[in-house]
């Protein structure tokens, strides 16, 4: 695969880095929140760049998009976060045409996941893409790419077992509470933060450890107050985030904020306490751990699920793999399609011009000329020879652009422009 119409001389890349590589100070190096993708997609279009959708999440930040060379996409990236391109070169990736292709179905099916089959990403993904084309920097190759992406998750959600029993970070944390805390129901557990983590880990508090002492606490108290009222729970002013630390017997951090939010300052109690850090970046300081009375686990140390459960997922991957292949070849079938389309387009242009010189000079050679007989039958003439010449270009018998280059010899078609993937 190598030449589509695209992008006049810039190529597909994949871009990022995720747990495999980076850990979880890094990946909060480059973590994007909200403002700094919105900076990031307008510093996009004002450099030119003219399609591409980035997704910051707790494992992995990357960026898909259209560039000449793929220090256009590193150096958005880096300025728009803390990272720095020495730090990008040590611990990311780059993919390059089918290579990128591919690693988006890897990622938005769920196999390149922390936790494989967490199919969270997929979300992420969606939501990236509206806000790509909201900024107009979403063409027809990303669009259908991720709209391929989505069908192959919701096939291999639907046909495998790749995603039963943990699926989540937040379903994780509560393992390893009910693993670790003894007396689970009778513990005071507090939950700051009520983003999508926050509220998956919430449903979870509630269905799995049987507790009716979990308080919420959010900056925006009317967020919390609305996942509280599905369980029935205790929600408190940010202002007593302290008091309620001090009270808790287990803490859960799930907040987006850049900097860390919970620090040994605000810990006066004596008593045991367990602190879960789900944010990237860190919102829990590690000065906690100087307190003895502290233990704080982050959710790189929750991504690791039992092995019997990992062993049953890893038999489902060759049938997940399968049912991307199926839906990649779709895609790449559609994408030989957009490649000799403008060759098609313009040969079709070429014979109307042919059939509209000679409509001339019948029209004056003879005084009945029927006019109207004449354009229906030369217009389907012209529209078998296009349509023979389509079928030809799908064979995967012949070489397309050996077709294409003789074709545009033969008719004298200028040159169409040509997108690199």
């Known amino acids: 695969m190598e030449h589509y119409h695209m992008s006049t ?34 510093q996009a279009k004002s450099n030119g760049i003219q399609s591409l959708i980035v997704t910051s999440t707790c494992n992995r930040t990357e960026i898909y998009g259209f560039a000449e060379h793929p220090y256009q996409l590193i150096q958005l990236l880096c300025d728009n976060t803390k990272g720095t391109v020495e730090e990008f070169q040590k611990y990311a990736y780059i993919y390059k045409g089918q290579e990128a292709i591919s690693h988006l179905f890897r990622v938005g099916s769920g196999l390149d996941s922390q936790i494989l089959g967490d199919f969270e990403i997929i979300g992420q993904l969606k939501k ?11 063409n027809p190759f990303i669009e259908r790419l ?39 129901t009778d513990k005071n557990i507090l939950l700051f933060g009520t983003g999508k983590i926050g509220r998956n880990t919430c449903e979870n508090l509630v269905k799995h450890t049987k507790n009716e002492q979990i308080t919420l606490i959010n900056r925006t108290k009317g967020k919390a107050e609305a996942v509280a009222g599905k369980f029935n729970l205790v929600v408190k002013d940010y202002a007593n ?10 803490l859960i951090v799930a907040t987006g904020a850049q ?29 906690v751990t100087d307190l003895p009375n502290v233990k704080r686990i982050h959710l790189d140390d ?61 029209r004056k050679k003879m005084a009945n000329f029927n006019e109207e007989q004449a354009e229906i039958i030369s217009n389907k003439i012209i529209q078998k020879i296009t349509n023979h010449f389509a079928h030809h270009l799908k064979d995967d018998a012949f070489s397309t ?17 040509t997108k690199h993937v």
């Open 302 to 362: 929750l991504s690791q699920i039992t092995d019997e459960t990992l062993e049953r997922r890893k038999k489902q991957v060759p049938l997940a793999e399968s049912i991307i292949e199926d839906i990649k070849a779709e895609f790449i079938s559609w994408l030989e399609t957009r490649k000799f389309a403008p060759t098609i387009k313009a040969l079709k242009q070429k014979l109307q011009g042919f059939k509209n010189a000679e409509l001339d000079t019948q």
């Open 259 to 287: 900097n860390p939010t919970v620090d040994k300052q605000l810990i006066q109690s004596k008593k045991d306490l367990l602190i879960l850090d789900l944010s990237i970046p860190k919102n829990v300081d590690e000065n």
């Open 128 to 138: 990236s893409t509206v806000a790509s084309k909201a900024h107009g920097l979403l």
């Open 241 to 250: 985030l302290q008091e309620e630390i001090n009270e808790a017997d287990i």
């Open 401 to 417: 652009d050996e077709s294409l280059d003789l074709i545009k010899k033969v008719f004298q078609l200028e040159n169409t422009t």
């Open 9 to 42: 001389g810039t190529y597909f890349y994949a871009l990022g880095l995720s747990y495999k590589k980076a850990d979880a100070d890094i990946r909060g190096h480059f973590s994007l929140d909200e403002p700094s993708k919105n900076a990031l997609l307008n």
């Open 146 to 184: 991720v709209n391929s992406v989505i069908q192959a998750s919701k096939r291999i959600k639907t046909e495998t077992e790749i995603s039963s029993g943990a699926t989540s970070v937040s379903f994780a944390s509560v393992q390893y509470i009910l693993n670790t805390i003894d007396n689970v």
